[in-house]
């Protein structure tokens, strides 16, 4: 297979430059680049949104066509690092749940049971993976999937082709998202934080005044049971709060 560079120029350069960044970071993408969405939903998905939006975006790029392999290679290299970039700011959003969810697990006792997350192909407490597959479901259901897509055509405004990569601006975003994404998974966490201080400060009490009783075999039935009550009990709340979080954070890259 042979390219020849000429050819490369105009609309179609542009289209290949194009997927190059939405490929990547439809890989990223919250609901998009999980491990549940086949490859080939993917790639095609990739392919039409490309195609809807090289026309918007074709006087962004360079209207000199590279002359080398290597100007060809570094230019191809460089959106998909931009795509990685934002795709993987857009992924720590998401992370806040799987904090949330290990949090709790830890709190009413399920934190030995580690599963596998079949969003993202890891093993991962079986409360952390809940909430991460309700998100995504939330996520669509509400139709804020539209804002991952948004954030596609957002990326050329924070990270215009051609230019410099702002390395401080975009290691500062990342900061605060990650902050963001802890923070939130404690927020979430907060209602069962306190009823497992609660309960296990009441069973520290008990094993001192009962020291022959099995304060583990007693505590841990009854444990799970308030757990899965409460969060029952918050379990739209919690996911209402997520959803706002997700809101605000991804109106960043629109």
């Known amino acids: 297979m042979q390219i ?27 609901g998009f680049g999980t491990m549940g969405v086949p490859a080939r939903v993917r790639l095609v998905l990739a392919l039409a949104i490309a195609f809807a939006l090289t026309p918007t975006v074709q006087n962004l790029y360079p209207a000199i066509a590279p002359t080398t392999i290597v100007q060809l290679t570094l230019l191809i290299a460089q959106e998909v690092i931009c795509g990685i970039l934002v795709g993987a700011m857009a992924a ?7 904090v949330a969810g ?3 697990a830890s709190q009413i006792g399920l934190s030995y049971a580690q599963t596998i997350d079949p969003t993202q192909n890891t093993q991962g407490a079986v409360v952390g993976n809940f909430m991460t ?16 897509i948004g954030a596609i ?18 290691a500062q975003l990342v900061i605060q998202l990650v902050s963001g994404a802890f923070a939130l998974g404690f927020q979430l966490a907060a209602p069962f934080l306190v009823f497992g ?3 296990y400060a009441g069973l520290g009490v008990l094993g001192r005044l009962m020291p022959q009783l099995q304060i583990f075999f007693v505590a841990v039935p009854i444990n799970i049971i308030a757990g899965f009550v409460i969060m029952l009990a918050l379990l739209g709340s919690m996911i209402t709060v997520f959803l706002n979080y997700y809101a605000t954070s991804m109106a960043i890259f629109l």
């Open 4 to 30: 020849h560079l000429p050819a490369l120029s105009g609309i179609v350069l542009t289209y290949l430059l194009v997927f190059a960044r939405v490929g990547a970071m439809i890989m990223l993408l919250p």
């Open 92 to 98: 720590i959003i998401m992370s806040g749940l799987q």
């Open 102 to 104: 290990f949090l709790i």
């Open 133 to 148: 597959l309700l998100g995504v479901v939330s996520i669509f259901a509400t139709d804020m999937h539209h804002l991952a």
């Open 153 to 170: 055509a957002g990326s050329y405004k924070m990270l215009p082709p051609g230019g410099h990569l702002p390395t401080g601006d975009m």
């Open 197 to 199: 201080f609660a309960v």
